[in-house]
């Protein structure tokens, strides 16, 4: 009885500290691909712009919809003096897609 109690908590635990979502990875990538992030961005290394492995990194913790919102609007100086281009054309949705993903470390499955 003890080992089903135990075994029952754990799994609610597990339930509740899961993601509400499942981070589709190859929809993402292929997001990235059509978008022309790739073009500027590696999984792990260094191209025109940061790996996103070091982009998961450095923001650790961010909520999706902060790193989305910069996704759209573009920058500079984050990373050094290329700037990344504006992506305002994306939708929210498609942004948030692609934040998950690098937050993620951009993985393939």
């Known amino acids: 009885m003890m ?8 799994m609610g635990v597990a339930v509740l500290t899961a993601p509400a979502y499942a981070l589709d990875a190859a ?9 022309a992030c790739m073009g500027c961005h590696a999984v792990d290394k260094k191209m025109v712009g940061p790996a996103y ?15 989305a919102a910069s996704i759209k609007k573009g920058g500079t100086g984050k990373w050094g003096p290329v700037p990344m281009p504006a992506q305002p054309n994306l939708s929210d949705a498609d942004a948030k897609v692609l934040a998950e993903w690098v937050l993620a470390g951009a993985p393939d499955k």
């Open 27 to 35: 929809a993402a990538k292929g997001l990235a691909q059509k978008n």
């Open 53 to 67: 492995k070091d982009i998961a990194a450095k923001y650790k913790g961010m909520k999706p919809e902060e790193l």
């Open 3 to 10: 080992r089903k109690m135990l075994f029952a908590a754990t």
